[in-house]
């Protein structure tokens, strides 16, 4: 039996598969009935250690969608929160279903869980990426404006999991990425030495009005992600010039769209002005997690 294909993260990808993966995703969009048994009988594992709305929905119903279905198991009421290992836990779930996908904390739980798992695994945030997520901010971009590839895309706020994708999405799919975050925000070297081996352009800027001159599309994130609850004060005191507001929109391009992975937290990371306004593609950008997300699954799954 081939090893398993698993949704790690964006950069052990290469391009034409997410390329194809974004376009099945499409197909799929634009044909619902045709895909109605494509995963027939098949059941997918989801595992949240973290709470979640559009993840959990969007991926059960997504399968079902596919003529699946899913079970899912929260910490509190699986052995996982008790101290059962994630290895132990691949093998189980690999022997009564299809594939798992994962919400959790720290990446090596991810990594651990697809080494000892039979069946795909699907990454469905960590602390450190959210790569489900990139792949329908993608497939937005593209639905509202084309091709992604040689645009300027701006990040305002805190350099965090979802950055992160943005970052490895950088790269394979060939757009321009400028982070704007206070500096002790800001993501590991390493990350950054990558972009620079694959030859991407990312880079860092001290201002958001840096960020995003000229810009085609304007990211943000909240503040205060799960698991850093405890920095929150401080967080908010740091990144506070970094909030994204009509004012800061007027200096991207005209036709620049906005995008939150949400949830988004109104008046702090970005106004009702910006997150309700002509530019926003955000409901787009939420409803097509369940698109991207059939995509992964009809690709983990072949
Ligand atoms: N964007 C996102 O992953 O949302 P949830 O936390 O609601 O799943
Ligand atoms: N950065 C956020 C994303 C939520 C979907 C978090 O990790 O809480």
């Not at 009564?96 to 000892?116: F, G, S, W």
């Not at 971009?141 to 999991?161: C, F, K, L, M, Q």
Request: charge should be negative; aromatic fraction near 6%.
């Amino acid at each position: 039996m081939g090893r398993p294909r698993h949704f790690l993260d964006l950069d052990g990808f290469e391009t034409a598969t997410l390329r194809r993966i974004l376009a099945r995703a499409g197909e799929l969009k634009r044909n619902r009935g045709d895909g109605s048994r494509l995963l027939e009988g098949r059941a997918l594992a989801m595992i949240f250690e973290k709470p979640s709305t559009r993840t959990r929905v969007s991926f059960e119903v997504g399968i079902q969608q596919l003529g699946g279905h899913a079970v899912v198991l929260s910490e509190g009421d699986c052995q996982l929160g008790r101290g059962e290992t994630m290895a132990d836990t691949a093998r189980v779930l690999s022997r009564y279903v299809d594939a798992i996908m994962i919400r959790t904390d720290r990446p090596r739980k991810l990594t651990e869980l697809a080494e000892h798992a039979t069946v795909p695994v699907i990454n469905g945030l960590t602390d450190e990426s959210h790569p489900c997520q990139i792949m329908a901010d993608v497939m937005t971009y593209e639905e509202h404006r084309g091709s992604i590839g040689g645009r300027t895309v701006a990040w305002s706020g805190d350099a965090n999991n979802v950055a992160r994708s943005w970052v490895h999405a950088a790269v394979k799919f060939g757009f321009r990425l400028r982070l704007a975050c206070p500096p002790a925000l800001r993501l590991n070297g390493a990350l950054l030495d990558w972009v620079e081996a694959e030859g991407g352009d990312v880079a860092y800027a001290d201002r958001a009005e840096e960020a995003v001159e000229d810009a085609d599309l304007v990211l943000t994130d909240t503040w205060v992600s799960m698991g850093v609850e405890a920095a929150e004060k401080k967080r908010h005191n740091l990144l506070a010039p970094f909030r994204v507001t009509e004012a800061l929109m007027r200096r991207a391009k005209p036709d620049a769209l906005f995008m939150h992975c949400l949830p988004a937290h109104r008046g702090q990371e970005v106004s009702d002005g910006v997150i309700d306004g002509p530019q926003s593609v955000v409901w787009d950008e939420a409803e097509n997690r369940l698109h991207a997300q059939k995509g992964i699954l009809a690709w983990c799954l072949g």
